[in-house]
C-alpha cells in the first residue's frame, strides 16, 4: 500500500512537468492518517477481567475518518494479555500490556498510523499473608523482627501495606515494622492483615532463664562468596541449653566491605574485609569475627576453534552423543551439521531446510539415532515438529513430522527416554509426544499451569531424573513428576510437584524506565543441579532507545540467574543470583561446579558455584572466565549475541547470533612463583 502510494506522487509530479490542454481537474489526493486516539488510552485491569477499547482515526484537518480498517495487536509487554479484532483485552498476567490499533483505508494509498493504549494488569486482591518467621514462643525480655509478605490467591505478589496487632500488648507488643517485643509471660494472639487477609496465630511468652550465650566459630577465615553458618546457643545458670532462644543478628565491617547474615545465622561477604557478626537475645549477644579475603579464580580462556555462519542466525547447538558432530539451528528455515572432530576447524557437512521462518530448537536421543526440530511461522501454518534421523551423524535427515495439536509453533523441545516434551506456542501448554517408533510420532498427554489462557506461556523444559523443570514464564519454575515416582508421575500423566513464582515486574522495573511503558520479561530456562535450580529470565524494554546491540530487533537484554534452593521440595525459596552487567541471562549448562552461560551481548560467562551458594554471585567474584563473542565479520560486526553454552571433555561450544559458532578451552589457574 505505501509502494503504490508513492508511485502516485511520482505520477503526479512527472504530469505537472508536462503542459498539457484542457483537462478534467486532477482527482483528489486521499487524505492521509493524521493519528489514531484509543480510549481508554491509560487503563486498569486485574487479572482475569477484560476491556473493549475503541479506535478513532482523524485526518490533517482534524476530522474524523470514517471509512478506515482499524486492526488490533498487542507490543512490547505482550505476553500479559491479548486483544482480539474487536479491541476486546483480555488481561492474563500482571505487568504492562501495549494495545496498537493500525489503522488503514481500503484500497486507496493512504499510510497505515497507529495509536496506542497502555493497559495495566493488577494482580487479585491480597487472598493470604505469609510471614516469616513465625514463633510459636519467645522468651520474655526478648524481640524478633518478622517479615509479612501478602499474595493474591493465584500468588502474584502483592505490596499491600501490612498492618500488625497483637491481642495482649502487655504480653507482646508489635510495632508498624513486625517487631515483636516479648514483654510478660502469657499468651497473645498476633496478627498481620493486608486488606481483607489476615494471617493469626498464638505466641506464648515464657520465663527468660539465660544467663548466658555463646556463638560459634569464634573466628573464621573464608573467601567472597564463602557460606559461614554460625552456631547461636544459649544457657541457664547450670549451664543447660535453653530452647526457643532467637536472637537477632547483625553484621558490620571492621572498616570497609559489605556482608549480610540473615536470621539463621548465615553470613555471606560480598567484599573482602574484617566482619563483626554480633547476635543479641535481649540484654545478651555473643560476638564473632570473619577475615574475608577476594576469591581470586579468573582463569585465562583459549579460542581452539570457529565457524561464522554468515548470513544466518545460530541459536541452539546439540552435540551428538559421539562427541565428533553438532547440530545449530538457525533464526531462519534450517540447521546445519557440523564436524567437530577437530575442534579447531568445524565445518558444515549438510543442512537441513523446512519450511520456517524460525527454526529455534534441535536435539537428539540419547543414543544419538533420532532427534528432533522445532518450527515456527511456516508458510502453510502447520508448524509443530520435524522428526530426523541422525543414524549419519553427518547427515540428518527428516523422517516424520508431529502438527496435529501444535500447528501455532512449537519454541523449545526436550527428549528424554524416548519422549519429546515440548512448549505449544499457541495455548502455552506441555505437550508429550511418544517417539518409541519415531516414524509414527503420537501425542501421550498435555499439561498447562491453570491461570487465564491470555496469559499462559510456557518458554522452555529440562528434564533430569524424571523430573522435569519448566521454565513458565509468568508463572516462574514449575517442577513436574514425570517417571522419577515421587508424586507417581510417568510420561502420560505428569504430576505437579511444586511451582515456585516470584515478581518479574518488581525485579525489572529499571527495564520499563528505559524502554518506555510495559517490557518484555519471564521465567525463561532453568537447570536442576543438585539442591539448586538455576532459572534465568529473558527480559527487553517495550522499544530499543538510541540504537546500540540488541536481540533480533528486541533490543538490549537485561536479566537475573535465580539460584533457587529445592533441598525441602515444599518450600523452594531463592538464596542467590547472578545478574550480569553488560547483558542479559540466556541458556545455561551445568557441568560439575561449574555454570556456562550465553550473556547475549555479554558474550560467555563461566561461573563457579563450588559449595553453598548466597547473595549476589557476581559481586562475589565467583565469574571466573569471560569470551566477547563478538567478530568485526559478524552479521553485526564486533557485537556478541550469546545465545548459551555446552560443555563437553573440556571444550565450551558457543552459539553466537551474530557470529556464529565458537569453541574454546577454559585453561588451568596459572601460579606465579615467587
Same mark, same amino acid.
Given at each position: 500500500?505505501?509502494?503504490?502510494?508513492?508511485?502516485?506522487? %511520482?505520477?503526479?509530479?512527472v504530469?505537472?512537468q508536462?503542459?498539457a490542454?484542457?483537462?478534467?481537474?486532477?482527482?483528489? !489526493?486521499? +487524505?492521509?492518517i493524521a493519528r489514531?486516539?484509543v480510549?481508554?488510552?491509560e487503563?486498569a485491569?486485574?487479572?482475569?477481567?477484560t &476491556?473493549? @477499547?475503541?479506535?478513532?482515526?482523524y485526518?490533517?484537518?482534524?476530522k474524523?475518518m470514517?471509512?478506515?480498517v482499524?486492526r488490533w495487536?498487542?507490543s512490547?509487554g505482550?505476553?500479559?494479555?491479548?486483544v482480539?479484532s474487536?479491541?476486546?483485552?483480555s488481561a492474563? %498476567?500482571?505487568?504492562? &500490556?501495549n494495545?496498537?490499533?493500525i489503522?488503514?483505508?481500503q484500497?486507496?494509498?493512504?499510510k497505515?498510523?497507529?495509536?496506542f493504549?497502555?493497559?495495566t494488569v493488577?494482580?487479585l486482591?491480597?487472598a493470604?499473608?505469609v510471614v516469616?518467621?513465625r514463633p510459636a514462643? !519467645?522468651?520474655?525480655?526478648? =524481640?524478633?523482627?518478622?517479615?509479612a509478605?501478602?499474595?493474591? %490467591?493465584?500468588?502474584d505478589?502483592?505490596?499491600d501495606?501490612?498492618a500488625w496487632?497483637?491481642s495482649?500488648?502487655?504480653v507482646?507488643?508489635?510495632?508498624a515494622?513486625?517487631r515483636?517485643s516479648?514483654r510478660t509471660t502469657?499468651?497473645?494472639?498476633?496478627s498481620a =492483615?493486608?486488606g481483607?487477609?489476615?494471617?493469626s496465630?498464638?505466641v506464648t511468652?515464657v520465663?527468660?532463664?539465660v544467663?548466658?550465650v555463646?556463638l560459634?566459630?569464634?573466628?573464621? %577465615?573464608?573467601?567472597?562468596?564463602?557460606?559461614?553458618?554460625f552456631?547461636f546457643?544459649?544457657?541457664?545458670a547450670?549451664?543447660?541449653?535453653?530452647?526457643?532462644?532467637?536472637p537477632?543478628?547483625?553484621v558490620?565491617?571492621?572498616g570497609?566491605?559489605?556482608?549480610t547474615?540473615?536470621?539463621?545465622g548465615?553470613f555471606?561477604?560480598?567484599q573482602?574485609?574484617?566482619y563483626?557478626v554480633v547476635?543479641?537475645l535481649?540484654?545478651?549477644?555473643?560476638?564473632?569475627?570473619? !577475615?574475608?579475603?577476594?576469591?581470586n579464580?579468573?582463569?585465562p580462556?583459549?579460542?581452539?576453534?570457529?565457524?561464522?555462519?554468515?548470513?544466518?542466525?545460530?541459536?541452539?547447538?546439540?552435540?551428538?552423543?559421539?562427541?565428533?558432530?553438532a547440530y545449530?539451528?538457525?533464526i531462519?528455515?534450517?540447521?546445519?551439521?557440523?564436524d567437530v572432530?577437530?575442534?579447531?576447524? $568445524?565445518?558444515i557437512?549438510? =543442512?537441513?531446510?523446512?519450511?520456517?521462518?524460525?527454526v529455534?530448537?534441535?536435539m537428539?536421543?540419547?543414543?544419538?539415532?533420532?532427534g528432533?526440530?522445532?518450527?515456527?511461522?511456516?508458510s502453510?501454518?502447520?508448524?509443530?515438529?520435524?522428526?530426523?534421523?541422525f543414524e549419519? $551423524?553427518?547427515?540428518?535427515?527428516?523422517?516424520?513430522?508431529f502438527t496435529?495439536?501444535?500447528?501455532g509453533g512449537v519454541? =523449545?523441545?526436550?527428549?528424554?527416554? /524416548?519422549?519429546?516434551y515440548l512448549t505449544?506456542?499457541?495455548t502455552?501448554?506441555m505437550?508429550?509426544i511418544?517417539i518409541?517408533?519415531?516414524?509414527?510420532?503420537?501425542q501421550?498427554a498435555?499439561w498447562?499451569v491453570?491461570?487465564?489462557d491470555?496469559?499462559?506461556?510456557?518458554?522452555?523444559?529440562d528434564?533430569?531424573?524424571?523430573?522435569?523443570?519448566l521454565s513458565?514464564?509468568?508463572?516462574g @519454575?514449575?517442577?513436574l513428576?514425570v517417571g522419577?515416582?515421587?508424586?507417581?508421575?510417568?510420561?502420560?500423566n505428569?504430576q505437579l510437584?511444586v +511451582?515456585f513464582k516470584?515478581?518479574?515486574?518488581?525485579l525489572?522495573?529499571?527495564?520499563e524506565l528505559?524502554?518506555? $511503558?510495559g517490557?518484555?520479561?519471564g521465567?525463561?530456562?532453568?537447570?536442576?543441579?543438585?539442591?539448586?535450580?538455576f532459572?534465568?529470565?529473558?527480559?527487553?524494554p517495550?522499544? +530499543?532507545? /538510541?540504537g546500540?546491540p540488541g536481540?533480533?530487533?528486541?533490543g538490549r537484554?537485561?536479566?537475573? !540467574?535465580h539460584v533457587i534452593?529445592i533441598s525441602?521440595?515444599t518450600?523452594p525459596?531463592?538464596v542467590?543470583w547472578?545478574e550480569?552487567t553488560? #547483558? #542479559?541471562?540466556h541458556n545455561?549448562?551445568?557441568a560439575g561446579?561449574?555454570?556456562?552461560?550465553?550473556?547475549y551481548q555479554?558474550?560467555l560467562?563461566? @561461573?563457579?558455584?563450588?559449595?553453598? &551458594?548466597?547473595g549476589?554471585? @557476581?559481586? +562475589?567474584g565467583?565469574?571466573?572466565?569471560h569470551?566477547?563473542? /563478538?567478530?568485526?565479520q559478524?552479521n553485526?560486526p564486533n557485537t556478541?549475541?550469546?545465545?548459551?553454552a555446552?560443555?563437553r571433555?573440556g571444550l565450551?561450544?558457543v552459539?553466537?547470533i551474530?557470529? #556464529?559458532?565458537?569453541?574454546?578451552?577454559v585453561?588451568?589457574?596459572?601460579?606465579v612463583l615467587?
Open positions: 500500500m505505501t509502494a503504490y502510494f508513492l508511485f502516485a506522487l %511520482a505520477a503526479l509530479r504530469s505537472a508536462q503542459p490542454p484542457a483537462a478534467p481537474p486532477a482527482p483528489t !489526493l486521499p +487524505q492521509p489514531v486516539a480510549r481508554p488510552a487503563f485491569l486485574k487479572v482475569g477481567d &476491556l473493549r @477499547l475503541a479506535a478513532v482515526a485526518d490533517s484537518a482534524g474524523v470514517d471509512d478506515v482499524i495487536f498487542t512490547g505482550r505476553f500479559e494479555g491479548k482480539d474487536t479491541g476486546l483485552v492474563g %498476567a500482571t505487568g504492562t &500490556l494495545v496498537a490499533a489503522a488503514s483505508v484500497d486507496r494509498a493512504v497505515p498510523t497507529i495509536g493504549a497502555h493497559v493488577l494482580p486482591p491480597a493470604r499473608v516469616t518467621p514462643r !519467645l522468651l520474655a525480655a526478648t =524481640s524478633l523482627v518478622l517479615e509478605a501478602p499474595y493474591a %490467591a493465584n500468588d505478589r502483592r505490596y501495606v501490612v496487632k497483637s495482649r500488648p502487655a507482646v507488643e508489635v510495632n515494622f513486625g515483636l516479648a502469657g499468651t497473645t494472639t498476633v =492483615s493486608a481483607s487477609a489476615v494471617e496465630w498464638s511468652v520465663p527468660n532463664p544467663s548466658r555463646m560459634g566459630p569464634a573466628d573464621t %577465615a573464608v573467601r567472597t562468596g564463602d557460606v559461614v553458618r552456631r546457643a544459649a544457657t541457664d547450670a549451664r543447660r541449653a535453653v530452647a526457643d532462644a532467637r537477632e543478628w547483625a558490620a565491617p571492621v570497609q566491605g559489605y556482608a547474615v540473615d536470621g539463621d548465615v555471606v561477604a560480598d573482602p574485609g574484617t563483626r547476635a543479641a535481649g540484654a545478651r549477644s555473643a560476638e564473632a569475627f570473619v !577475615l574475608v579475603s577476594a576469591r579464580i579468573t582463569r580462556v583459549t579460542i581452539v576453534g570457529r565457524l561464522p555462519l554468515k548470513g544466518f542466525e545460530a541459536a541452539e547447538l546439540w552435540l551428538h552423543p559421539d562427541g565428533k558432530h545449530i539451528s538457525t531462519g528455515d534450517r540447521i546445519y551439521a557440523i572432530a577437530d575442534p579447531a576447524k $568445524p565445518i557437512t549438510d =543442512s537441513v531446510v523446512v519450511d520456517a521462518r524460525i529455534n530448537d534441535v537428539t536421543t540419547e543414543d544419538g539415532k533420532f528432533v526440530m522445532t518450527r515456527e511461522g511456516a502453510t501454518r502447520k508448524n509443530g515438529i520435524v522428526i530426523l534421523s549419519d $551423524p553427518a547427515h540428518p535427515k527428516p523422517i516424520a513430522e496435529e495439536t501444535v500447528t519454541h =523449545s523441545t526436550y527428549v528424554y527416554h /524416548g519422549y519429546i505449544d506456542d499457541a502455552g501448554s505437550r508429550v511418544d518409541r517408533d519415531p516414524y509414527h510420532p503420537k501421550v498435555r498447562q491453570e491461570r487465564p491470555a496469559g499462559r506461556t510456557l518458554h522452555d523444559i528434564i533430569r531424573d524424571g523430573l522435569a523443570t513458565y514464564w509468568n508463572d @519454575l514449575v517442577i513428576d522419577n515416582g515421587m508424586k507417581g508421575g510417568t510420561p502420560e505428569p510437584v +511451582q516470584y515478581d518479574l515486574n518488581a525489572y522495573k529499571k527495564v528505559a524502554g518506555g $511503558p517490557f518484555i520479561r521465567t525463561h530456562t532453568s537447570w536442576r543441579h543438585g539442591r539448586y535450580v532459572v534465568g529470565d529473558e527480559v527487553f517495550a522499544r +530499543q532507545q /538510541g546500540g536481540v533480533i530487533g528486541l537484554a537485561y536479566g537475573r !540467574l534452593d525441602d521440595l518450600k525459596h531463592e542467590a547472578y550480569p553488560d #547483558g #542479559g541471562v545455561v549448562w551445568v561446579d561449574t555454570l556456562y552461560l550465553g550473556d555479554g558474550g560467562r563461566v @561461573l563457579d558455584i563450588a559449595g553453598e &551458594l548466597k549476589d554471585l @557476581l559481586a +562475589q565467583r565469574e571466573y572466565a569470551v566477547h563473542t /563478538g567478530d568485526a559478524g553485526v556478541a549475541n550469546a545465545w548459551g555446552i560443555y571433555d565450551i561450544y552459539p553466537d551474530n557470529s #556464529g559458532l565458537w569453541i574454546v578451552k585453561e588451568p589457574t596459572q601460579v615467587p
